[in-house]
């Protein structure tokens, strides 16, 4: 039931912008936390950003300053702002949803359920 599909994924050329979607739906979104992770070939996923019921944030040092992460209650969508962008950002892009209580974690191992993910590639 809990559904969770990205969107907005693309190329862009160093120093270009993009914006990542994450549309939900099956459980309260605003109830738990949200997280946008990311794969590299040859890589482990790794936490990009994640956000709370409150609207708190956290970032990976790689992206602070360049990415914004935020959600949209009434339209239960969770977005990435991706600014700045660089080579090294190039990655399948996920978003994830922690349905449980607790704190929200820049950790993939704690989050229950997982979009199928969103190509972003960066050139120079």
């Known amino acids: 039931q809990v559904q969770l599909e990205e969107s907005g994924g693309g190329s862009q050329k160093s120093g270009g912008s993009l914006r990542l979607s994450c549309a939900a739906s099956?459980?309260?979104?605003?109830?738990?936390?949200m997280g946008w992770f990311r794969q590299a070939p040859g890589k482990g996923r790794e936490a990009v950003a994640v956000i709370d019921s409150s609207g708190s944030v956290n970032y990976a040092d790689s992206v602070k300053g360049r990415f914004t992460i935020s959600q949209d209650n009434a339209k239960s969508t969770l977005y990435l702002q991706m600014n700045s962008l660089k080579p090294e950002d190039t990655a399948m892009y996920y978003c994830?949803?922690?349905?449980?209580?607790?704190?929200?974690?820049?950790?993939?191992?704690?989050?229950?359920?997982w979009g199928q993910g969103t190509q972003v590639t960066v050139s120079s």
């Open positions: 994830a949803a922690r349905l449980s209580g607790g704190s929200c974690p820049m950790n993939r191992w704690v989050y229950n359920y």
């Open positions: 099956g459980y309260t979104f605003s109830s738990y936390c």
